[in-house]
């Protein structure tokens, strides 16, 4: 049988900085991480995975039976971009061939072991991968790929629902603790896992989508959610809380406030009041106290947002904030409409930040000093331990090495009026 080899292509540049810390196949849209969605259609079939080479040791961390950075070939494979959202199979067997999209993008590879050889993770993630592998090419425009980071709430909903019909098979059930008082509309398509509490006061509204709530998670009194929406295992809603249509909360995280048509990665805080809209959180960040963020411009125009250094229409009227791993608000902040936060920074004070903000810095509107590395990882030490994570060394390690990858965006141009 073929073995099935999900990679990273050059595509994953314009999903940063969400995706610095982890391959582009970690993102989370819907209740489940890309990788996940794809390994469920091939349940029988070895899997390797090919990433960035600085990304390799912590991906090994994550996946010990998976090889990574070396495709398991014995009988030829299927290779699979990482930012696909697959719902369903591509054939295993058939032609040797490359399935691209219109703009050039490789969907697939499939091969034989012959071929198999010329492919690597660096051929992958190099401008014309095609070129070097020599193989023919069909049309593969039929698939939903993930381009830009605000594709990713995007397709949120609609990701939502499908995970929904493949973890329930569309049904709604109640395994865990429901109180007096709390009300469930339209409970079959509701699903509260083992473990999990509703407080009395709670509403969870699944008239315009499914609800899916994970084992052990609790939804404090008075807590309101709209469907479509997920969330994660030991994950905590705040009292009073209001989450909108279309989010996803994954693991660990403790929410408040208002949230709208946003993912928030595993072990981040948003505690308490503040909104949240149209945005994308990495894993271990923390908004303070009434931390908010606007999502649509007063002129209703597309929003801009930094890509690679250089401002880019969104064609959406609707992007908030993104922001990477490590990063936190301080109280009050508030961020203007397609603001990007990179990795490791520490954003507080009155008036708006930049619209883009680099990784490794300190501040807010009034300047920004870098934030040393050691400092960084001392802090996110803390933070991960308060969680019961204790950081390895291989995470250290790629801490140091984006703080030298990330200087780059401190050289970026950046426009004070958009």
């Known amino acids: 049988m073929k073995n099935i080899c999900i990679f990273e292509d050059k595509g994953y540049t314009k999903l940063l900085p969400i995706v610095y810390t982890r391959p582009s196949f970690e993102i989370r849209c819907g209740i489940d991480l890309l990788i996940n969605k794809v390994v469920r259609q091939y349940p029988n079939a070895k899997v390797s995975l090919l990433c960035r080479d600085y990304l390799a040791d912590v991906t090994k961390e994550k996946y010990p039976n998976y090889s990574v950075n070396k495709c398991e070939c014995t009988d030829g494979a299927l290779y699979i971009n990482g930012r696909v959202l697959l719902n369903s ?244 902040t508030t961020f203007n409409t397609g603001t990007v936060v990179g990795i490791m920074c520490n954003i507080y004070g009155e008036g708006l930040p930049p619209k883009f903000i680099p990784s490794f810095s300190w501040g807010g509107a009034k300047g920004m000093v870098e934030y040393m590395s050691d400092k960084a990882i001392e802090v996110a030490e803390k933070v991960m331990g308060r969680r019961k994570v204790k950081i390895t060394d291989a995470e250290k390690t790629l801490y140091k090495k984006l703080y030298e990858l990330t200087k780059v965006e401190k050289t970026y141009k950046i426009s004070s009026k958009e």
Request: include cysteine; glycine fraction near 14%; aromatic fraction near 8%.
């Open 89 to 332: 199979q591509i054939p295993l067997d058939g032609t040797e061939e490359a399935g691209v999209t219109k703009d050039g993008t490789i969907v697939y590879i499939r091969t034989n072991k012959g071929t198999c050889d010329k492919i690597t993770a660096e051929v992958l993630l190099s401008e014309n991968p095609i070129e070097k592998i020599k193989i023919k090419t069909v049309e593969a425009n039929d698939y939903s790929m993930i381009n830009y980071t605000w594709e990713v709430f995007q397709y949120n909903p609609k990701q939502l629902t499908a995970d929904f019909n493949t973890f329930t098979g569309g049904k709604g059930k109640i395994e865990g603790k429901v109180y007096e008082g709390a009300y469930l509309l339209n409970p079959s398509q509701i699903f509260i896992a083992k473990g999990a509490s509703v407080f009395p006061g709670c509403v969870l509204n699944a008239e315009d989508g499914p609800i899916y709530i994970d084992e052990d998670a609790v939804l404090q009194p008075g807590a309101v959610i709209e469907g479509p929406h997920f969330t994660g295992r030991k994950s905590i809603i705040r009292i009073g809380a209001k989450i909108r249509t279309g989010s996803t909360i994954g693991e660990v995280c403790r929410v408040g406030g208002e949230v709208e048509d946003s993912i928030i990665q595993s072990y981040s805080n948003k505690q308490h009041d503040g909104f949240l809209g149209h945005g994308y959180l990495g894993s271990w960040c923390n908004l303070g106290a009434c931390t908010n963020n606007s999502d649509l411009k007063n002129n209703y125009g597309n929003v801009k947002v930094y890509v690679e250094g250089k401002l880019m229409d969104s064609g959406s009227m609707f992007v908030g904030l993104t922001m990477g791993d490590h990063s936190k608000s301080g109280i009050g």
